[in-house]
């Protein structure tokens, strides 16, 4: 059997949904099967883990996903498409579509209304056009039940992995530094990933940390805007005492946000809605404490390794970040070795052989 993967997304930034399509498309190719990887014109890598992406067609974005993409396909025989990032063509029968989580039927203020129409149409086509659903966690996939109004049966858990970090920083372990965008390593800092939206929830970390006021402690936010959602004035609302204390970085390369990960006296993760979430799983594995909010599939993930707090009261996130940076060693060790068995579930391999065992299952 042909299997087809959708790489649109190597056309765009890595986030989680990408990172997720990534992982599993180089597992897919150490294993025993017929795969083949297609792509856009202004796809940004030629290759995954050696094995070549064909690029098609003359469009771009959408446009070649939902037409110059399914005609190659249909004049090829039909082979089964994965498609990774929440998108797929329209008209295409024999394809496995991803959907992340149902954020866009939120009654939030999160995306443009404009968005949100036609993610929601989208989804619901994708629902009852394709073969199957895969999703990231057992609460999405209740999400997607609810909203979707499809059988149990029809949608597919893959979880996210979590060992390329661990490869990378055992790659770059001999390139270490003690100073990134202006950030000593070796002070004190907590710190945030994720791009500047609202059900990101940052407002809410800026507020606790100046609530505490520790001393030579600072605040690093890494991430950026994203086009596609709604953004956030997070500098608006820092006091000019804190001006110095809370650092923004935009967007760092994986080796970086290890170097971080790995220094950071703790790992904040205050999302209002979260599908999966992969930051608080890379922070752990890299031994970094995770204070993470009590929502959606966050305690679904993390388990009994995070340091919960209630998802919009400032004053327990506060308490939290009192807690922690008044851990002793010992106390601090049992919470790294938590987060480490707790990441240590998680595997792209796993995941992997999880995907091709559905494709088989449609046969």
Known sequence: MKIVVNCRFLSQKVTGVQRFALELSKQLTLLDIDVEFIGPRDTNEDKINNRNIKKIGRLKGHLWEKV????YLLSTGSPILINFCNTAPFFYKNQIVAIHDMAV?????WFSKKFKLLYQLAFKHYASFSKKIITVSEFSKKEIIKYLSIDA???KVIYNGIEHFKYLSEDGASNKCDNI???NLNEKFFLCVGSVEPRKNLNIVIESFQSIELDGVKLVIVGGKDKLFKFLDLKSNISEKFH???VFTGYLTDFELISL???ATAFIFPSVYEGFGIPPLEAMSLGCPSIVSNSTSLPEVCGDAA???DTNDVRDLSKKLEEISKCTQEQKGEIISKGIL????YSWKKSALDLLDLIYSLN
């Open 68 to 71: 110059e993409l399914p005609l």
């Open 105 to 109: 039927f939120q009654d939030q203020e």
């Open 153 to 155: 049966s029809d949608v």
């Open 181 to 183: 965008k202006g950030i």
């Open 244 to 246: 110095d204390k809370v």
């Open 261 to 263: 990960y790995s220094s």
């Open 307 to 309: 340091i919960y707090f």
């Open 342 to 345: 707790q990441s240590e579930k």
